[in-house]
């Protein structure tokens, strides 16, 4: 079975600071990775999304996560956040399947609070 | 090109009542998922259904709990005499075959 974890429950941040947070998961067989951002009162968005190829993605408002299959990590990276990147972030995996997509296995996520 | 839509946003039932939860997937996508996310925790797979067909139900409650995706219309997530328990955020995700899944914005249900 699939299991996300994200070790990271609540981090709050200064406007301008960097940020990663981090993203394992344990499956014995290929995946496929993706954060998701909920903002407040909002549905899931897709932020950004590995499926092969260059293990570094880069993705919608200036994120980026680096996939590193030896340590089974897909951490999320920006180098500056904004107040408007408060929000709550997914980190989900799919198993790789022939002919068919597969459902998703969330991490618990990460409340992100960026303060001015 | 609309998104997923869900209705309603919002949903308020008595314990022991029935509650109906429609999803519309995007256009051109065959292939829907639904997720609850209990206070506090991510969301957790409930059923993926095509078409007519439920693929995938590991995650559905036993008891009290269906899913449907027919030939015409939206897919519905039916739980019947609701508990406490079942108040939750539900969502319903669409992706083309092998593809990216595309979240609604959610039904909030709550249990009195």
């Known amino acids: 079975a699939q299991s996300v974890s994200q070790h990271n429950h609540h981090v709050i941040l200064s406007e301008a600071a960097s940020l990663e947070l981090g993203c394992n998961y344990s499956?014995?067989?290929?995946?496929?990775l993706f954060w998701y951002v909920q903002y407040p009162g909002q549905h899931l968005q897709l932020l950004l999304k590995?499926?092969?190829?260059?293990?570094l993605v880069k993705g919608i408002k200036g994120f980026e996560a680096e996939f590193i299959k030896s340590k089974f990590s897909f951490n999320l990276r920006k180098p500056s956040v904004q107040w408007s990147d408060t929000a709550e972030y997914f980190c989900a995996v799919n198993a790789c399947s022939t002919g068919t997509a597969s459902k998703l296995t969330f991490g618990t996520g990460t409340r992100l609070q960026v303060t001015l | 090109n609309a998104g997923v839509m869900q209705n309603p946003r919002h949903l308020v039932r008595r314990r022991g009542q029935e509650a109906r939860l429609r999803c519309s997937p995007m256009k051109g996508h065959s292939h829907v998922y639904w997720y609850r996310q209990l206070p506090e925790e991510g969301l957790k797979f409930m059923v993926y259904?095509?078409?007519?067909?439920?693929?995938?139900e590991s995650g559905m409650p036993k008891e009290r709990f269906s899913a449907e995706f027919p030939k015409e219309g939206p897919s519905i997530l039916r739980i019947q005499q609701v508990v406490r328990g079942d108040s939750a955020a539900y969502f319903c995700a669409s992706s083309p075959k092998q593809e990216t899944q595309y979240f609604g914005p959610g039904t909030r249900l709550l249990v009195l």
């Open positions: 259904l095509q078409k007519e067909n439920i693929i995938d």
């Open positions: 499956y014995g067989g290929t995946v496929n």
């Open positions: 590995y499926f092969s190829g260059d293990p």
